[in-house]
Nanobody, 118 residues
Framework: QVQLVESGGGFVQAGGSLRLSCAAS????????MGWYRQAPGKQRELVAK???????NYADSLKGRFTISRDNAKNTVYLQMGSLKPEDTGVYYC????????????WGQGTQVTVSS
């Protein structure tokens, strides 16, 4: 089992920035892909970005250039730096672990709310 604990969500005005963190613990030796998905009210959960253990990344096309994913393998932590935030970025952001950078993994965090006001 893998446990994921997210932090860093909150309320921000449009144009602002936030940094999310997700720390993994447990049977982490099996984890390759780690990353973030998000879900807005009434919408399906969608990929934000994922990163492999060797640093390869996959981003949602619409977010390239505004969001940056990084990973500290020594700390078993993945980060999401979000910039130039827009109201449409509002939603619950979920950490995901396992799978590859192109496929969802098995493990999910509890989610952290990001709210961007106009």
């Amino acid at each position: 089992q893998v446990q994921l604990v997210e932090s860093g969500g909150g309320f921000v005005q449009a144009g602002g920035s936030l940094r999310l963190s997700c720390a993994a613990s447990g049977s982490i030796f099996s984890i390759n892909g780690m990353g973030w998905y998000r879900q807005a009210p009434g919408k399906q959960r969608e990929l934000v970005a994922k990163i492999s253990s060797d640093g390869r990344t996959n981003y949602a096309d619409s977010l390239k250039g505004r969001f940056t994913i990084s990973r500290d393998n020594a700390k078993n932590t993945v980060y999401l730096q979000m910039g130039s935030l827009k109201p449409e970025d509002t939603g619950v952001y979920y950490c995901n672990a396992g799978g590859t950078i192109y496929y969802r993994g098995t493990y999910w965090g509890q989610g952290t709310q990001v709210t961007v006001s106009s």
